[in-house]
């Protein structure tokens, strides 16, 4: 293979397939890209058997063909060139590798047969494709992924949950002690799609590569064990992961006795105040959360976050609020109200309880498509 590029083009196509390179395999050819001429373009492909991710690089093509060189030694070298046109050619001798120039710089990368590179599949066309846009993807899947377990000991909670039902599209995902729900209108899509479970590792990968807009399609493969996402020149394919999600409509609770309105910003900077006193091994994130209601209207409820630290100290921060119900004490991990913050940019959080042993609902004001339910804490 012979071609040249730009090298600010060929260092970005690196950048996205790189988000899919195998860091810890035993099989050597994880750490390395495929490197196949089609048509006008370079394709860059990368896979660590979770995920594979490719990417198309214009090109100007002098000689077609394929290989395989270290990812991280061709990413490298490229980012150390200066801009202007990169030529990739073959080694002499037919030893599999790239000779690399740039400039008055050039580099002859060794490589391995791309006969032992992992064959990626393409699922187009089958079972016809989903089209979402890039940026309410992106934000779906940062709303509910931090969610998921880390865990691999029970596999299904390490996944996001996608259903698609009447023209809806809803992800969901819960490690048991928190849940978060998020759901938006997918007009002229059938529900051939169903039910999938995608790690969120995989979806976390997804939206590091998504460009910023336009449309992104999912295709579904007809074994139901592996999505492809495609936009603007790459594409995402992923393992799905077998077993049934939880019933997670049967846990979020339908009513509440208490509804809390705070402003986002206040909450959310009282809540980075309290939690560093409940950061350490004694004080086990735990924060107390006080709901108090107003005084008929003369003095405005307020919600009291506090925190105790058994070596350092306590903190405690208060919040002006508008309350609706009984006022309420009730413990919480403070890191899952801090992640769920971290995910929303509504100018105000709705916060509805029950009782202190039931689960809070945490969601931005003014939408019906964020929900995110926190099972409380108990006092030690």
Do not use: W
């Not at 899919?20 to 395999?25: G, I, L």
């Not at 989903?130 to 899947?141: H, K, N, V, Y």
């Not at 903190?315 to 109200?337: C, E, H, M, Q, R």
């Amino acid at each position: 293979m012979k071609f040249n590029c730009k090298q600010s083009e060929l260092s970005k196509g690196l950048a996205t397939v790189g988000h899919a390179v195998s860091t810890r395999s035993t099989l050597p050819v994880l750490a390395n890209l495929l490197l196949t001429i089609e048509g006008d373009h370079l394709r860059l492909s990368a896979t660590n058997l979770e995920i594979a991710i490719t990417c198309l690089v214009p090109a100007q093509v002098q000689e077609g063909g394929s290989t395989t060189v270290p990812a991280k030694l061709l990413t490298d070298f490229v980012n150390a060139l200066g801009p202007g046109e990169v030529e990739l050619s073959p080694l002499p001798g037919g030893i599999h590798g790239l000779r690399v120039r740039g400039g008055r710089s050039e580099a002859n990368i060794r490589g391995m047969d791309p006969s032992e590179f992992p064959v990626i599949q393409r699922l187009d066309g089958e079972g016809g494709a989903a089209i979402l846009d890039c940026g309410e993807l992106r934000s779906m899947i940062s709303q509910t992924a931090f969610a998921a377990a880390t865990d691999d000991a029970r596999p299904i909670f390490t996944g996001v949950f996608m259903r698609v039902r009447d023209s809806r599209l809803t992800f969901a995902a819960a490690d048991t002690f928190r849940l978060a729900v998020r759901s938006t209108e997918l007009p002229g899509v059938d529900n051939r799609f169903g039910e999938l479970l995608i790690p969120a590792r995989s979806l976390n990968e997804l939206a590091k590569v998504l460009p910023t807009e336009g449309n992104v399609e999912m295709f579904i493969s007809p074994a139901r064990n592996q999505a492809m996402f495609r936009a603007a020149g790459v594409e995402m394919t992923a393992n799905l992961i077998e077993g049934q999600f939880v019933n997670y409509e049967a846990i979020m609770p339908k009513s509440h006795q208490t509804r809390v309105v705070i402003p986002t910003t206040a909450m959310r900077d009282a809540v980075k105040r309290t939690s560093l006193f409940a950061r350490t091994e004694s004080a086990g994130n735990i924060v107390r959360i006080t709901v108090t209601p107003g005084n008929e209207g003369l003095t405005p409820g307020v919600v009291t976050l506090q925190a105790t630290n058994d070596e350092f100290g306590d903190a405690t921060s208060t919040v002006d609020a508008v309350v609706d119900g009984p006022g309420l004490d009730i413990l919480f991990n403070i890191k899952y109200v801090s992640d769920m913050l971290a995910v929303i940019d509504a100018p105000e959080l709705v916060l509805e309880l029950n009782t202190a042993q039931q689960p809070g609902v945490l969601k931005p004001q003014g939408t019906q498509t964020y929900s995110y339910i926190v099972m409380p804490l108990h006092s030690r």
